[in-house]
């Protein structure tokens, strides 16, 4: 095709011919008869300019294949054959000459000289007119002949204007009375053909528009009172009431009556801001939604909030960055805040207070559990520092324990209910333990499992840590969930983003429902748009209406950088499976009957420790055993929030048949191959895994799995972000040095160090003799020292 068109020409019209398309697109052409040499023909010719092409114009685009030979039919009538040669290809009349003439000058006194009724018909004013009676079309009498004419023209733009009779009421008028469908016909397409054709039309509706406001009051000096906000719908400018708009409604029609005036609105529209009223959009985060420009019902219209007002300021607060908020007293925290902590804490409360939810999103290592014990403390808290409602904090089963240490440690007023485990309280047990704690910590399938009385407890606030797994709405766990009705909320969560943003209108749809609307409207109106440009008016929009409700700090950040300096050591506490408390208790049982030398004594420390590994069955179900584990499903947590982030890590173990089962399980965990290092190997196959943990550089993260003792001293290992212990050596400068193949020269992120802890269990109390710098010599020889570690904390 490219050849067959490549040497056509563009068509050039003369300037005639572009003159006489204008006159048509125009519609400014009429019909006549007129007498030529072989005969009268029936044409089109321009009301005014030049005449040349009109016709031919006007007749292609009218003429088909029955009309084009219509001079060789028979009619029954000189109209007909006019009408019909109007549409041929010659426009020739074949009738007597008499009658054409006599026709002609018809059509000649009803067209008139088309120049000058421009002016006639701008003279007649025709009038919509509403009253108690309905609508009517008015008009004043003609005077003239041309004016007469003018207005016999207007019945052939619109049709009822034929029916114009003189007003009862007035002799001098022209009245006709019209339906209401007949008066939204006229407003809608009679008057502009009016318009267009050269007449003056006056009375129409206004076009009222139907727009939406977030008004706000500020909360009263020296109170933490919430910001009270609500929706506010005005029509043509003025507020109405949903009992108003369902009036306007009732009334059928785009043209209504309002307030002592006729106007015309959009019935879509105003159904939508009828619901945005009665659904709820007057509450605060939907009222915030629509003033920030993200809120949307159907096609409501939104408005900017006025500059200036309380919404502004308390925007203008939270955009600043949490470093401009003042920070919060913390008489009750047991512990020393960084200075970004104390500013989350300083945010949190700024929100909550406020009545809007809060998603923390600090990379994984700042602190969450810290900021969010430290907030607890900070509101709702009496001066013997309990509380005078419970928090419910729900995470995932392997973080409790966690959550037990870090609020025992920084917030030791705070009464803590564990809710999980087969000795956990049910029906009205619940209830009374929830009610007598400050903090009831659960897991979100006991959540889901036990959510009917966990919404009898009046909780202040709810909690979500790893906040990710509540993201997919139509889940138990969301539904649970949205089942209670917190106070206040927050949600935790290093990973706001893992598959698409619709991640992140999940948690903000739990935080504050209805900001970003339902997910149907928020994957049309940002989704699709973003996906296909991240550059888009749509993104920025949403950064901004989001900065003020998330807060997200990287580990990268030059100022956080600075305050965690290169090594930052977590403590990972975790708790024994039922098989692995098995193992250790039989192991413990058995060496207290028969107690006998050191050495059995560091026998039964492996064995305690291989237990608190889950190592605890050397048969066929070994590593499903393992896999079960308390320590070994915290660890994939744990990797699966590194690898989200882009970072790989070390994972450090002492015995090498752990290292083997990390292996195995890993892999079939995560479905890809893990490196492991090992004394076993060859120095070409230690050459190889060496390799194979750093192949794709820092773009493909990944885990490798070394023995303690090999992989321990001569590695440089920088690619790694996070160094893992899987299990503890008793001598601090060991786990240091193999800490130290990641954090050496070249490594120029923070390394997290992470130290999992078997809760209950001699690593725990190791961990807290290692803490006070006791040694592991000191700890075998004293006997006492010796039973209160390896007793199980009851």
Same mark, same amino acid.
């Given at each position: 095709?490219?050849?067959?068109?490549?040497?056509?020409?563009?068509?050039?019209?003369?300037?005639?011919?572009?003159?006489?398309?204008?006159?048509?697109?125009?519609?400014?052409?009429?019909?006549?008869?007129?007498?030529?040499?072989?005969?009268?023909?029936?044409?089109?010719?321009?009301?005014?300019?030049?005449?040349?092409?009109?016709?031919?114009?006007?007749?292609?685009?009218?003429?088909?294949?029955?009309?084009?030979?219509?001079?060789?039919?028979?009619?029954?009538?000189?109209?007909?054959?006019?009408?019909?040669?109007?549409?041929?290809?010659?426009?020739?009349?074949?009738?007597?000459?008499?009658?054409?003439?006599?026709?002609?000058?018809?059509?000649?006194?009803?067209?008139?000289?088309?120049?000058?009724?421009?002016?006639?018909?701008?003279?007649?004013?025709?009038?919509?007119?509403?009253?108690?009676?309905?609508?009517?079309?008015?008009?004043?009498?003609?005077?003239?002949?041309?004016?007469?004419?003018?207005?016999?023209?207007?019945?052939?733009?619109?049709?009822?204007?034929?029916?114009?009779?003189?007003?009862?009421?007035?002799?001098?008028?022209?009245?006709?009375?019209?339906?209401?469908?007949?008066?939204?016909?006229?407003?809608?397409?009679?008057?502009?053909?009016?318009?267009?054709?050269?007449?003056?039309?006056?009375?129409?509706?206004?076009?009222?528009?139907?727009?939406?406001?977030?008004?706000?009051?500020?909360?009263?000096?020296?109170?933490?009172?919430?910001?009270?906000?609500?929706?506010?719908?005005?029509?043509?400018?003025?507020?109405?009431?949903?009992?108003?708009?369902?009036?306007?409604?009732?009334?059928?029609?785009?043209?209504?009556?309002?307030?002592?005036?006729?106007?015309?609105?959009?019935?879509?529209?105003?159904?939508?801001?009828?619901?945005?009223?009665?659904?709820?959009?007057?509450?605060?985060?939907?009222?915030?939604?629509?003033?920030?420009?993200?809120?949307?019902?159907?096609?409501?219209?939104?408005?900017?909030?006025?500059?200036?007002?309380?919404?502004?300021?308390?925007?203008?607060?939270?955009?600043?960055?949490?470093?401009?908020?003042?920070?919060?007293?913390?008489?009750?925290?047991?512990?020393?805040?960084?200075?970004?902590?104390?500013?989350?804490?300083?945010?949190?409360?700024?929100?909550?207070?406020?009545?809007?939810?809060?998603?923390?999103?600090?990379?994984?290592?700042?602190?969450?559990?810290?900021?969010?014990?430290?907030?607890?403390?900070?509101?709702?808290?009496?001066?013997?520092?309990?509380?005078?409602?419970?928090?419910?904090?729900?995470?995932?089963?392997?973080?409790?324990?966690?959550?037990?240490?870090?609020?025992?440690?920084?917030?030791?007023?705070?009464?803590?209910?564990?809710?999980?485990?087969?000795?956990?309280?049910?029906?009205?047990?619940?209830?009374?333990?929830?009610?007598?704690?400050?903090?009831?910590?659960?897991?979100?399938?006991?959540?889901?499992?036990?959510?009917?009385?966990?919404?009898?407890?009046?909780?202040?606030?709810?909690?979500?840590?790893?906040?990710?797994?509540?993201?997919?709405?139509?889940?138990?766990?969301?539904?649970?969930?949205?089942?209670?009705?917190?106070?206040?909320?927050?949600?935790?969560?290093?990973?706001?983003?893992?598959?698409?943003?619709?991640?992140?209108?999940?948690?903000?749809?739990?935080?504050?429902?209805?900001?970003?609307?339902?997910?149907?409207?928020?994957?049309?109106?940002?989704?699709?748009?973003?996906?296909?440009?991240?550059?888009?008016?749509?993104?920025?929009?949403?950064?901004?209406?989001?900065?003020?409700?998330?807060?997200?700090?990287?580990?990268?950040?030059?100022? #956080?950088? =600075?305050?965690?300096?290169?090594?930052?050591?977590?403590? %990972? /506490?975790?708790?024994? &499976? @039922? +098989?692995? *408390?098995?193992?250790?208790?039989?192991?413990?049982?058995?060496?207290?009957?028969?107690?006998?030398?050191?050495?059995?004594?560091?026998?039964?420390?492996?064995?305690?420790?291989?237990?608190?590994?889950?190592?605890?069955?050397?048969?066929?179900?070994?590593?499903?055993?393992?896999?079960?584990?308390?320590?070994?499903?915290?660890?994939?947590?744990?990797?699966?929030? #590194?690898? =989200?982030?882009?970072?790989?890590?070390?994972?450090?173990? %002492? /015995?090498?048949?752990? &290292? @083997? +089962?990390? *292996?195995?399980?890993?892999?079939?965990?995560?479905?890809?191959?893990?490196?492991?290092?090992?004394?076993?190997?060859?120095?070409?196959?230690?050459?190889?895994?060496?390799?194979?943990?750093?192949?794709?550089?820092?773009?493909?993260?990944?885990?490798?799995?070394?023995?303690?003792?090999?992989?321990?001293?001569?590695?440089?290992?920088?690619?790694?972000?996070?160094? #893992?212990?899987?299990?503890?050596?008793?001598?601090?400068?060991?786990?240091?040095?193999?800490?130290?193949? @990641?954090?050496?020269?070249?490594?120029?992120?923070?390394?997290?160090?992470?130290?999992?802890?078997?809760?209950?269990?001699?690593?725990?109390?190791?961990?807290?003799?290692?803490?006070?710098?006791?040694?592991?010599?000191?700890?075998?020889?004293?006997?006492?020292?010796?039973?209160?570690?390896?007793?199980?904390?009851?």
């Amino acid at each position: 095709m490219q050849h067959v068109y490549a040497n056509v020409k563009p068509l050039k019209l003369s300037p005639r011919q572009t003159e006489a398309l204008r006159i048509v697109a125009a519609g400014r052409f009429y019909p006549c008869l007129e007498k030529e040499e072989d005969g009268w023909h029936a044409r089109w010719r321009a009301v005014a300019g030049s005449g040349d092409w009109v016709d031919e114009y006007v007749r292609a685009a009218a003429m088909t294949r029955l009309t084009e030979d219509a001079e060789d039919q028979r009619h029954e009538t000189l109209h007909d054959a006019w009408m019909a040669a109007l549409a041929s290809r010659t426009g020739l009349v074949r009738w007597n000459d008499g009658e054409c003439q006599a026709f002609a000058a018809e059509l000649e006194e009803w067209a008139g000289s088309a120049a000058e009724d421009v002016a006639a018909r701008g003279s007649i004013v025709f009038k919509l007119e509403a009253g108690d009676g309905g609508f009517s079309v008015s008009c004043g009498v003609p005077r003239g002949k041309r004016a007469l004419k003018a207005l016999g023209q207007a019945s052939y733009v619109w049709g009822p204007l034929r029916g114009l009779r003189r007003s009862q009421s007035s002799r001098d008028v022209l009245t006709i009375p019209i339906s209401r469908t007949e008066a939204v016909e006229f407003a809608r397409i009679g008057a502009n053909a009016l318009r267009e054709a050269g007449y003056t039309v006056e009375g129409l509706p206004s076009a009222a528009p139907v727009t939406a406001v977030a008004e706000w009051r500020p909360p009263e000096k020296g109170k933490d009172s919430q910001v009270a906000a609500n929706l506010v719908v005005r029509v043509a400018g003025e507020p109405v009431t949903a009992q108003e708009i369902r009036f306007l409604l009732d009334q059928k029609s785009t043209l209504v009556f309002f307030r002592d005036r006729w106007i015309e609105v959009d019935r879509n529209i105003l159904k939508a801001a009828l619901r945005a009223l009665e659904k709820g959009a007057g509450k605060k985060a939907n009222a915030m939604a629509f003033a920030m420009g993200v809120g949307r019902i159907g096609d409501l219209e939104l408005e900017a909030p006025a500059d200036g007002g309380p919404l502004n300021a308390f925007l203008s607060s939270l955009r600043g960055g949490s470093e401009a908020l003042a920070p919060v007293e913390l008489p009750l925290f047991a512990g020393t805040l960084r200075d970004y902590q104390a500013n989350g804490v300083a945010w949190l409360r700024l929100l909550t207070d406020r009545g809007f939810g809060a998603l923390l999103a600090d990379d994984m290592g700042l602190g969450k559990t810290v900021q969010a014990a430290a907030w607890m403390l900070s509101c709702g808290t009496r001066q013997d520092g309990t509380r005078s409602s419970p928090v419910l904090v729900v995470a995932p089963l392997t973080l409790l324990p966690n959550w037990e240490r870090e609020l025992a440690r920084f917030a030791p007023s705070l009464r803590v209910y564990s809710h999980h485990g087969g000795l956990r309280r049910l029906a009205s047990g619940f209830v009374a333990a929830a009610n007598d704690a400050d903090v009831v910590l659960t897991s979100y399938s006991l959540l889901v499992k036990d959510c009917r009385m966990m919404s009898e407890v009046a909780w202040d606030a709810l909690v979500l840590d790893e906040a990710q797994i509540a993201k997919n709405p139509a889940t138990q766990i969301a539904k649970a969930i949205r089942a209670l009705s917190p106070g206040k909320r927050i949600a935790l969560t290093g990973t706001p983003l893992e598959n698409s943003l619709m991640d992140l209108w999940a948690l903000e749809d739990f935080l504050n429902p209805g900001f970003l609307g339902d997910a149907r409207s928020f994957r049309e109106r940002f989704v699709k748009p973003i996906s296909a440009d991240s550059g888009s008016t749509a993104g920025r929009r949403l950064r901004r209406a989001l900065e003020p409700f998330v807060l997200r700090r990287l580990k990268s950040d030059p100022a #956080i950088a =600075a305050e965690l300096g290169k090594k930052s050591e977590v403590r %990972q /506490y975790c708790e024994l &499976g @039922a +098989a692995a *408390r098995r193992e250790y208790e039989s192991a413990l049982a058995d060496y207290r009957a028969a107690p006998r030398g050191k050495g059995d004594a560091l026998a039964l420390l492996t064995a305690l420790k291989l237990a608190c590994d889950g190592m605890t069955d050397d048969g066929p179900n070994a590593l499903a055993a393992f896999m079960e584990s308390g320590k070994f499903t915290m660890l994939c947590d744990l990797l699966g929030q #590194i690898f =989200a982030s882009g970072e790989s890590a070390l994972v450090f173990t %002492q /015995y090498a048949k752990v &290292g @083997a +089962a990390l *292996r195995t399980a890993l892999e079939a965990k995560f479905a890809k191959r893990f490196p492991f290092l090992h004394g076993g190997l060859t120095q070409d196959e230690r050459e190889r895994e060496i390799a194979a943990f750093g192949a794709g550089g820092s773009a493909r993260p990944t885990a490798f799995i070394l023995s303690l003792r090999t992989g321990g001293f001569g590695l440089n290992l920088t690619k790694a972000t996070h160094v #893992i212990h899987f299990d503890r050596w008793w001598n601090p400068a060991v786990e240091a040095q193999a800490t130290d193949r @990641a954090h050496r020269i070249g490594q120029k992120k923070t390394v997290f160090v992470h130290l999992m802890i078997t809760t209950g269990t001699v690593e725990e109390r190791v961990d807290e003799i290692l803490s006070r710098k006791e040694s592991l010599k000191s700890l075998i020889s004293d006997g006492d020292a010796f039973w209160k570690a390896v007793s199980l904390a009851r």
